[in-house]
């Protein structure tokens, strides 16, 4: 996930993700740099099965995304919160991962409450009405009829990125939308492709190339 350009407060701007809780239209909706899809996302092409996580499930994470040490870094910090995600979903933690890198620009894209702090918000979960916690507030890019448009949304803002995995695997485990996704990516032998493109026609991104980045992504921690 890209970051925008700052707005005039020095804010990073974010694009919105639709909050399960809330279902709405998001077909016009951006998340972090990337746009909110619909039904017609396919996988890339065949990947190997779980064997292929092997390196990350024992902590070998420089490996998985070569000598990029942000992005080394990012990985080895966000493991044992996605491992948790993993255990309450099935969604593989390598899957789970490249999603919070991809929404978040491998952690440099974080929204900021306004005295800096971190949001925690990796996933770009918005705040719905059902949403009781505390939200940070960002600019968003808004794709109506094909066109951006820029407007200010209220995401979910957490304590620490556990809790954001934590609500992250919520999301995924109790709401019917995702049930598909969470099939992806735990029966049989989850196919990064397969997850991605499952993650877009679920309707958490518009953007017609979200699951091709997102699987991409994933790759990266795979290489």
Known sequence: ??????????????????????????????????????????????????????????????????????????VRRMWPQAQSAEAATGVPAAFIVGQAALESGWGRSEMRLPDGSSAHNLFGVKAGAQWKGRTVEA?????????????????????????????WARLMASNPRYAPVVRAASNGEPVA???????????????????????????QTLA
């Open 1 to 74: 996930m890209r970051q925008d350009p700052r707005d005039q407060r020095g804010q990073p701007r974010f694009g919105v993700v639709c909050d399960p809780d809330d279902f709405l239209d998001v077909s016009g909706f951006q998340s972090v740099g990337q746009t909110h899809v619909g039904d017609d996302g396919k996988p890339n092409g065949p990947h190997g099965g779980m064997d292929r996580y092997d390196h990350l499930r024992d902590g070998r994470h420089a490996d998985a995304v070569g000598a990029d040490p942000r992005k080394i870094d990012f």
């Open 139 to 167: 600019v968003t890019t808004e794709y109506v009829d094909g066109r951006p448009v820029r407007t200010v949304e209220k995401f979910r803002a957490y304590g620490s990125h556990a809790e954001a995995f934590a609500d």
């Open 193 to 219: 492709g397969d997850y991605a493109a499952s993650m877009q026609r679920s309707g958490y991104a518009t953007d017609p190339a979200y699951a091709r980045k997102l699987e991409r992504t994933i790759e």
